[in-house]
C-alpha cells in the first residue's frame, strides 16, 4: 500500500561540486543495502538539482546549486522534492536548505563618477555619490564603503529602508578653486565575508567658479510712455545689464518675473528688447508695471521694474444714449416741456472725452444741459401736427479731440393731435340750381367740410341750422346727410311758389370741446315751362258772353283799338309771351303786336267795312315746347254806344246802307258819351286828390276795385307782365262794364277806368296818349 513519510531535511553550501554526497537518503529512510536494487530509490522533482546512488543508497548533486540564482535576496533558500521507493511504493519528503557562500564581489554600476562642485559650497554640504551592488545576503553581502583619504572629503554610509547601503560625500573645508581646480578620490565597496570581496570606483571632483556676482541693471525702474494707436510689433524699450562673472556666468539672459501673467509685452532673453505684443486700450488699462528678470548663468538673478504709461488717443467716439423717450407729444405741448433725457459717454479722457451736443436742423426743441454728460430735449416751438405729424431729430455729440470725433443719433418724436382745427368748408359759400318739379328725396347738392385733425377730432359731420324758410317747414323742403353733406329735396319744388331760398349748414367735428363752422346754401329753383299763358282780357263775362270793344268810324290807321293781355306764371323765356292772329274776319283791317297785344287799325274805316269784326289771337310763350292760349276780340264800328246796341246781337240782319248808317251814328254817340264821362271822372279825381279823400280815392290805388262789389281776378305780378292788372266790373243798371285796372299808380303810360255805384266812367289817360282807351260793354 501507498506510504507516506516524514520528512527528510538536508543543509548543504551553494556551489557544491557535481557528485558531492548530500546525505545517505536509504540510511536516512530506513533502508537497506540489500533492499536498494528492489525498492528502486529515486528522486522526483521538475528540475532535479539531486540523484539517489543506486548501490550506496546516497544523495547526490547531480547539477550547479547557485543560492543566488534559485532563491536571489531571500534570507531562506531551500529546495523541496519527493523521494519515491517501489515494492511497495512509497512517498518520502526532502528539503535541502541552500547555504549562502561569499562568492559575488560588490560592484558599482559604472567605475568612475565626476561631480562639478562650486567653491563657493559652503562645508557639511552632502553630495550622494553612486552605489554598488553585491548579489550575496547576509554578512556576505556589501557591508561599507571606504574613501581614499584626502583633507576636503570624508564619506558616510547610508542604508535605505530596504537594507541597501549607499555613500554620501561631506564636504569638509571649503574649497578655493584658485587654489585647486580639481580632485581625484577612489571610492572601495567592502562585504562582509571571510575573506571580504572589494571593489572601487573612480571619483573625479571639479572645482567650477563660484557665481559670486549677480546681474546688475543700468536702471532699477524704467519708464516708458506709448500712444494706444501703436501697433503690434513696435519697440517699446531695451533694458541694459551687466555682469562681472566670466563665462556661463556672465551670460545673462532677460524674461519676466510673472511671464504668464503679461500678455501685451515680449523681452528678447538675449538682447532685452521689448516689443509690443497686441494693441493698447487706453480705456481698458492706462499703465502696466513689470518685474523683469536677469540671470546669469550661474542663476544668479537681478530685477528691475518697468513701467509703461498708455497714453490716450482720441480713438474713441461720443455716443448719445436715449435714457427715456415720451411715447406721443401733444401739439398743444407748451415751450420748454420735457420730451427725452440724453446721456453721452465718451470712454476717452481728457479733451478727448469733452462731448458736446447739438441739434441738427430746424426742430421746435433745443437741449439744455442737465449735469455732467447728461442733457434735456426740451420743446422750444409750437407744434402743429397737421403741418408735421413727426420729427425726426438728429442729435450729434462731438468730442473735443485735435481731430474731433462726432456720431450722430435719430429718435422720432410723434405729434398727438389736439382739436385744434374747426371744419373748414371748401367753399365761402354755395349756390345750386334746382328745376323745379324736381322728385322728391332727389339729392340737390352737396357740401363738403375739411378737418385736418386725427380720429374723432377731424370726424366731420354736417346739419342745417337756419334757413330763410318757415323753422315749421323746413323739414318739408329740404334735409341732409349727417355724414356725407348731400342735401335732399323733401319735396317737388314750385318756382311760381318759391323761387329761391337759402340755407346755412353747419360742420361740426366730435372733439372735446367740439369746433364748428357754417356756410351758407342759396337753393335757386329753375323755371320750367309748366304753365300756359293766361289771358286776362279780354274777359268772359259772369255769364259767359263775350265782351266787345268799340271803334270809331273816324278812327285813322295806327288807332289803338284795345290790347289783348294775358300774363304767364312762368319767368323768363317760359314767360316771354308773342301774340299772334289766328283767325280775322276781315284780314288786314287789324294789326296785333307781336310783343305787346295791341289792336290797332291797319287803315281806315270804310262804309263797306262790316260793323262788328272779330278776332280770334292766340298768345304763345318762349318756353321749348311752347304753350299757348286763345282768346277772341268782338270789335263793333260804332261813335256812340247807342249806336252799338243794335249790333249786338248773335244773329245780325244782312248788310243795309241804312242801317250802317245808323251805325255809324250810334257808334258817334257813344264814343261821345264815353268821352263825356270820362272827363267826369277827371273832374271828380281832381276833385278827390284835393280833398285828399282816402274813401274817394281808393277806386284809384293799385288792387282795389269799385264800391259796387266788383269780381277781382287773380294777381300777376310774379308773371312777365311790367305792372299788374286787375279786372274790374260795376253795375250801371242792367248792363255791365268790364274793364282793366293798372295797379301801379300812375306811371305805367296805360288808361286807367274806374267805375261807382251810378255807373259813370272817368277816364284818366296818359300824356303820351291822345285818344281815350275803347270800352269793353256786355248787354245782358
Given amino acids: 500500500g501507498l506510504a507516506l513519510s516524514e520528512q527528510i531535511h538536508y543543509r548543504i553550501p551553494e556551489e557544491m561540486p557535481k557528485g558531492s554526497v548530500v546525505g545517505n537518503l536509504a540510511k536516512d529512510l530506513g533502508l537497506g543495502v540489500h533492499e536498494l536494487p528492489t525498492r528502486k530509490l529515486r528522486v522526483s522533482s521538475e528540475k532535479p538539482h539531486f540523484t539517489v546512488s543506486a548501490e550506496s543508497g546516497e544523495l547526490l548533486v547531480s547539477s550547479r546549486v547557485d543560492r543566488e540564482q534559485i532563491c536571489g535576496k531571500k534570507a531562506a533558500c531551500a529546495l523541496d522534492f519527493e523521494a519515491v521507493a517501489e515494492n511497495p511504493l512509497n512517498f518520502y519528503h526532502v528539503n535541502v536548505e541552500i547555504e549562502d557562500v561569499n562568492d559575488h564581489t560588490p560592484k558599482f554600476m559604472q567605475n568612475a563618477f565626476e561631480l562639478q562642485i562650486s567653491e563657493s559650497t559652503k562645508p557639511g554640504t552632502r553630495f550622494i555619490l553612486g552605489s554598488a551592488h553585491d548579489a550575496d545576503i ?12 584626502n583633507d576636503h572629503f570624508t564619506l558616510v554610509n547610508k ?95 532677460f524674461s519676466f518675473s510673472e511671464a504668464d501673467q503679461i500678455t501685451q509685452f515680449d523681452v528678447d532673453p538675449s538682447t532685452g528688447v521689448i516689443t ?110 397737421e403741418q408735421t405729424p413727426e420729427y425726426n431729430v438728429t442729435i450729434t455729440a462731438t468730442d473735443r479731440g485735435k481731430l474731433p470725433l462726432s456720431s450722430s443719433t435719430s429718435i422720432t418724436l410723434h405729434i398727438g393731435d389736439v382739436n385744434d382745427n374747426a371744419p373748414v368748408f371748401l367753399q365761402a359759400s354755395y349756390a345750386v340750381h334746382v328745376a323745379e318739379n324736381n322728385p322728391p328725396g332727389a339729392s340737390i347738392a352737396q357740401v363738403s367740410a375739411y378737418d385736418p385733425d386725427l380720429g374723432l377730432n377731424g370726424l366731420v359731420s354736417y346739419a342745417i341750422v337756419a334757413s330763410d324758410l318757415e323753422p315749421r317747414a323746413l323739414s318739408s323742403y329740404v334735409s341732409v346727410s349727417e355724414q356725407s353733406g348731400v342735401v335732399f329735396a323733401q319735396r317737388a319744388f314750385d318756382h311760381e311758389q318759391l323761387r329761391a331760398f337759402e340755407l346755412t349748414l353747419q360742420a361740426r367735428d366730435q372733439g372735446s ?64 309771351l308773342s301774340y299772334h292772329v289766328l283767325q280775322a274776319s276781315e284780314p288786314g283791317l287789324f294789326n296785333l303786336g307781336l310783343r305787346t297785344g295791341e289792336v290797332r287799325t291797319a287803315r281806315a274805316l270804310g262804309d263797306k267795312d262790316v260793323a262788328r269784326q272779330r278776332l280770334l289771337v292766340a298768345v304763345r310763350d318762349g318756353g321749348q315746347p311752347s304753350l299757348s292760349a286763345t282768346a277772341t276780340l268782338h270789335l263793333v264800328f260804332a261813335d256812340s254806344l247807342q249806336e252799338a246796341l243794335p249790333d249786338l246781337s248773335d244773329h245780325p240782319a244782312p248788310p243795309d246802307p241804312q242801317a250802317e248808317l245808323q251805325f255809324y251814328l250810334v257808334v258817334a254817340l257813344a264814343l261821345i258819351s264815353v268821352l263825356f264821362l270820362l272827363a267826369v271822372i277827371l273832374a271828380i279825381t281832381l276833385h278827390l286828390r284835393r280833398s285828399s279823400s282816402p274813401s274817394a280815392w281808393s277806386c284809384f290805388q293799385p288792387g282795389l276795385c269799385s264800391k259796387s262789389g266788383p269780381a277781382v281776378l287773380p294777381n300777376y305780378s310774379e308773371g312777365t307782365l311790367p305792372y299788374s292788372y286787375n279786372l274790374c266790373v260795376a253795375q250801371m243798371g242792367n248792363t255791365e262794364f268790364n274793364f282793366l285796372k293798372c295797379s301801379e299808380q300812375f306811371n305805367s303810360g296805360q288808361d286807367i277806368l274806374c267805375g261807382d255805384s251810378s255807373g259813370a266812367l272817368s277816364p284818366l289817360c296818359n300824356a303820351s296818349e291822345s285818344t281815350s282807351h275803347p270800352v269793353s260793354f256786355l248787354e245782358t
Avoid at 188 to 209: E, F, M, N, Y
Avoid at 227 to 251: C, F, H, I, K, W
Avoid at 533 to 544: I, Q, T
Avoid at 547 to 571: C, H, M, N
Fill in 138 to 149: 547576509g554578512t556576505n553581502s556589501l557591508q561599507n564603503y571606504q574613501l581614499s583619504p
Fill in 159 to 253: 542604508e535605505k529602508l530596504d537594507g541597501s547601503k549607499y555613500p554620501e560625500l561631506i564636504l569638509k573645508t571649503p574649497l578655493d578653486r584658485e587654489e585647486q581646480k580639481s580632485y581625484r578620490l577612489t571610492l572601495t565597496a567592502l562585504d562582509g565575508g571571510d575573506p571580504p570581496l572589494t571593489s572601487t570606483a573612480q571619483i573625479q571632483i571639479l572645482v567650477t567658479d563660484a557665481n559670486d556676482n549677480p546681474p546688475v541693471f543700468s536702471q532699477d525702474i524704467y519708464r516708458v510712455g506709448l500712444r494706444e494707436n501703436l501697433s503690434p510689433g513696435t519697440t517699446v524699450l531695451r533694458v541694459m545689464a551687466t555682469d562681472q562673472d566670466e563665462g556661463v556666468n556672465a551670460e545673462i539672459t
Fill in 513 to 576: 370741446p367740439t369746433l364748428r363752422a357754417n356756410v351758407s346754401l342759396r337753393v335757386l329753383v329753375d323755371d320750367r315751362n309748366d304753365n300756359a299763358p293766361k289771358v286776362l282780357y279780354p274777359a268772359l263775362g259772369p255769364d259767359g258772353s263775350a265782351l266787345f270793344d268799340t271803334v270809331p268810324r273816324a278812327a285813322q290807321p295806327g288807332y289803338l283799338v284795345t290790347k289783348v293781355v294775358a300774363v304767364d306764371a312762368d319767368s323768363g323765356h317760359n314767360a316771354w
Fill in 276 to 385: 509690443l505684443l497686441s494693441t493698447l486700450d487706453f480705456e481698458e488699462v492706462k499703465d502696466y508695471s513689470m518685474v523683469l528678470e536677469a540671470r546669469d548663468g550661474g542663476g544668479m538673478v537681478a530685477q528691475c521694474t518697468v513701467e509703461v504709461e498708455v497714453l490716450d488717443e482720441n480713438d474713441n467716439v461720443p455716443e448719445v444714449i436715449v435714457q427715456s423717450l415720451t411715447d406721443l407729444v401733444m401739439e398743444d405741448t407748451e415751450l420748454g416741456t420735457y420730451i427725452a433725457l440724453l446721456k453721452v459717454r465718451d470712454k476717452d479722457s481728457g479733451d478727448n472725452g469733452e462731448v458736446s451736443c447739438k441739434l441738427e436742423g430746424d426742430v421746435p426743441f433745443k437741449i439744455l444741459t442737465s449735469s455732467r454728460n447728461t442733457y434735456k430735449l426740451v420743446t422750444d416751438g409750437d407744434l402743429d401736427r
